[in-house]
């Protein structure tokens, strides 16, 4: 017969780590913004070394232990 805590055991259902799918967002996002503000350049350039700043910010929070330390802790 199974005990107690074998028969509360439910397994949580699997979601999918959204935050790797992010830079399915900035591919698109980086093009488009050379392409449609090819006519101001000062703007075109700050928005998107401002977009690319921020995907390399998320890349480097990804691969460091903060990140590591925080999805140990939800588990």
Do not use: C, W
Not at 21 to 42: E, K, M
Not at 53 to 59: E, P, T
């Amino acid at each position: 017969m199974a005990s107690a805590d074998e028969q509360n055991f439910r397994r949580e259902p699997k979601k999918p780590p959204f935050q790797f799918f992010v830079p399915l967002i900035y591919a698109p996002i980086l093009p488009l913004i050379r392409i449609t503000l090819r006519h101001r350049p000062v703007v075109r350039d700050r928005l998107f070394f401002g977009v690319l700043a921020g995907a390399l910010a998320h890349g480097v929070y990804l691969v460091t232990d903060l990140y590591d330390i925080e999805s140990k802790g939800n588990k």
